[in-house]
T-cell receptor
């Protein structure tokens, strides 16, 4: 597709359930980012991949959060034992090259609600 | 530490009037600055960026932004607002020394343009 695609668009999880969120970046984009956007807030960085290598995971809030990009294209963000505070919109973004001032292109996000 | 401040939660403008959405930043190195717009239930859309050179940057949909190094500001402007410009606007900064492209976002400013 032409843009970044995320699925599902909406996810309701019971507290304690594991969830997996998928991101299909723009074809050929080397860099992939995950951000978390709480209601009424700006996006906050979670993690960054350059191809299949996870180079920065400093924003992951706990060890319940795990991300992978095994073949350097599609990425999955997994949240184990979900908590209510995990409720947010999870945004995926990709950019063509890892260096220089290239802009990132964002997907529509996955809205996660933990009940 | 890098940070972005958007001092106004909401900006109200009459259609046809000029608009300004304010942004100030803090970064240790040279900044790359970005503006994104978010429509309801949509992902972030790139508007414009400042890398270096001319302090006035022109972007999509008639928007422009002025970089002011001494005031560490990057205000978004448009000479004549449209009702369709109503949306949530985010300013973001990246340190040019930061490999990978992680963005630090402001809290967002809700722009409301009334007919």
């Amino acid at each position: 597709g032409a843009g970044v695609s995320q699925s599902p668009r909406y996810k309701v999880a019971k507290r304690g359930q594991d969830v997996a969120l998928r991101c299909d970046p723009i074809s050929g984009h080397v860099s992939l980012f995950w951000y978390q956007q709480a209601l009424g807030q700006g996006p906050e960085f979670l993690t960054y991949f350059q191809n299949e290598a996870q180079l920065d995971k400093s924003g992951l809030p706990s060890d319940r959060f795990f991300a992978e990009r095994p073949e350097g294209s599609v990425s999955t963000l997994k949240i184990q034992r979900t908590q209510q505070e995990d409720s947010a919109v999870y945004l995926c973004a990709s950019s063509l090259v890892p260096s220089g001032p290239t802009e990132a292109f964002f997907g529509q996000g996955t809205r996660l609600t933990v009940v | 530490a890098q940070s972005v401040a958007q001092p106004e939660d909401q900006v109200n403008v009459a259609e046809g009037n000029p608009l300004t959405v304010k942004c100030t930043y803090s970064v240790s190195g040279n900044p790359y600055l970005f503006w994104y717009v978010q429509y309801p239930n949509r992902g972030l859309q790139f508007l414009l960026k400042y890398i270096t050179g001319d302090n006035l940057v022109k972007g999509s949909y008639g928007f422009e932004a002025e970089f002011n190094k001494s005031q560490t500001s990057f205000h978004l402007k448009k000479p004549s607002a449209l009702v369709s410009d109503s949306a949530l606007y985010f300013c973001a900064v990246r340190d040019s020394y930061n490999q990978g492209g992680k963005l630090i976002f402001g809290q967002g400013t809700e722009l409301s343009v009334k007919p």
